[in-house]
């Protein structure tokens, strides 16, 4: 079952401009994280974040995380045309010290213009 | 080089024929996913595997099936039962099925019913 939901589900805007996106989610997670798709390409890790933590950095990414509204963002700055890509948030659901993998959301697609 | 390998990367299937997605990782991790990806979609979990020998199904299972046999594979067979074969294939590995992990992924097979 899908349990991340990212908005918006389409961005496109200006190299140079920051990009933001959002990701909810609907149950109890040890941790979120982010991934991005290049078109027709496997996904890549880009930053994880647990339920602990409330904002995480790697380069040009800051990720938050507010478990009291079950949501994430995952803001890209000073974006470039290679940042083009779809962007997916990734559940870690809690479930009682099982684990069953992750679940993915439906993506954002980001365009940066050029 | 370590990764994870996917093949082949284009697949076409008749009606009513089996067939079968190669994935392969020299990463020595456990747990292996499998996913698929429609258009405009995220992924939904087909089947993963904690331990050679051992895989459960995930949301998505009818229709295929796996096997655990060596732990640097993880096959998919595509079976003439999935009604709706035609999609973009990722298969996945990660240190093991514990929390807190990224998942490493291939590179993806598109299998195309003709």
């Known amino acids: 079952s899908q349990q991340g939901e990212e908005d918006p589900q389409a961005l496109s805007i200006q190299e140079g401009e920051n990009a933001t996106m959002n990701c909810s989610y609907k149950?109890?997670?040890?941790?979120l994280q982010w991934y991005r798709q290049n078109s027709g390409r496997g996904l890549v890790h880009l930053i994880l974040?647990?339920?602990?933590?409330r904002e995480k950095h790697s380069g040009r990414l800051r990720v938050t995380l507010d478990t009291s509204k079950k949501s994430s963002s995952l803001l890209i700055t000073a974006s470039r045309a290679a940042d083009t890509a779809s962007y997916f948030c990734?559940?870690?659901?809690?479930?009682?010290?099982?684990?069953?993998?992750?679940?993915f959301g439906k993506g954002t697609h980001l365009i940066i213009q050029p | 080089d370590g990764g994870i390998t996917q093949s082949p990367k284009y697949l076409f299937r008749k009606e009513g024929q089996n067939v079968t997605l190669s994935c392969e990782q020299n990463?020595?991790?456990?747990?292996m996913y499998w996913y698929r990806q429609d258009p405009g979609q995220g992924l939904r979990l087909i089947y993963y595997?904690?331990?050679?020998?051992?895989?459960q199904k995930g949301d998505i299972a009818e229709g295929y099936s796996v096997s655990r046999e060596k732990k640097e594979s993880f096959p998919l067979t595509v079976t003439s039962a999935q009604k709706n074969p035609t999609a973009f294939y990722l298969c996945?590995?990660?240190?093991?099925?514990?929390?807190?992990?990224?998942?490493?992924f291939g590179q993806g097979t598109r299998l195309t019913v003709v």
């Open positions: 990734a559940t870690d659901p809690y479930s009682g010290g099982g684990a069953d993998g992750l679940t």
């Open positions: 149950t109890s997670i040890n941790n």
């Open positions: 996945a590995s990660s240190i093991d099925l514990g929390h807190n992990t990224e998942a490493f």
């Open positions: 974040i647990r339920s602990n933590e």
């Open positions: 595997s904690q331990i050679v020998n051992d895989f």
């Open positions: 990463l020595n991790h456990d747990a």
